[in-house]
């Protein structure tokens, strides 16, 4: 590093030497021998002390863990293995879809419940402020999901996705109840 800097500043004036030499060549007479001994003289010019350059960090050595794992520019799998293979699912195209149906499943929460008689009805709200009663078999999130189970503390669904071969498989969902914020009014 600092032999490179020492051999940058020699061409360097020596560069300038020239430039000088070529500017005054035409104006004055100058000898021979007083050019090579301008050169000879910033040869032997002592080269002035550098700083030692900074020591370079220690990395830490980073082992990079996720190579036996799928690609993600790869199709993912058929099917997952902890999941069930249920054979003719696909969801009903046909079937008018519900309001809830129109907003991503993160996008709602259980704030309530009521109970008629033998059957419990889930309250989720919209991110607007709407209130939705839910009940089991109405439909809600954009995966054709298809509430299964109502619950005080939540409900559970099963959303119909793509499996990536060209099929559908369901996955389970769950949809808890909101808890409320001690300092709300």
């Known amino acids: 590093m600092v032999l490179s800097k020492w051999v940058a500043r020699v061409v360097a004036q020596i560069s300038f030497a020239g430039a000088m030499l070529s500017a005054t060549a035409c ?7 007083e050019l090579e001994m301008f050169i000879k003289g ?3 010019r002592a080269p002035q002390h550098l700083d030692e350059a900074p020591e370079a960090p220690v990395l830490k050595r980073f082992v ?22 249920v054979t003719g699912v696909a ?4 079937r008018t879809k519900e309001a809830l149906e129109s907003l991503s499943f993160s996008d709602l929460s259980m704030v309530g419940f009521l109970s008629l008689g ?3 009805l889930a309250l989720i709200e919209n991110p ?3 209130i939705f009663r839910v009940g089991v078999g109405s439909y809600m999130g954009l995966n054709h999901g298809r ?12 959303e119909i996705v793509p499996s990536g071969d060209d099929g559908w498989i ?16």
Request: charged residues 30%; without cysteine; aromatic residues 8%.
């Open 27 to 33: 104006s004055q007479q100058t000898s021979r021998e």
């Open 42 to 44: 910033t040869f032997e």
């Open 64 to 85: 990079y863990s996720a190579a036996g794992l799928r690609s993600p520019f790869e199709r993912p799998p058929a099917h997952d293995a902890s999941l069930p293979i």
């Open 91 to 94: 969801p009903d195209f046909s």
């Open 118 to 120: 033998d059957e419990l």
């Open 128 to 130: 607007e402020g709407e």
């Open 147 to 158: 509430v299964w189970r109502v619950r005080r503390e939540g409900i559970d669904l099963l």
């Open 170 to 185: 369901e996955l389970p969902q769950g949809l808890m109840m909101r808890q409320r914020d001690a300092y709300a009014r």
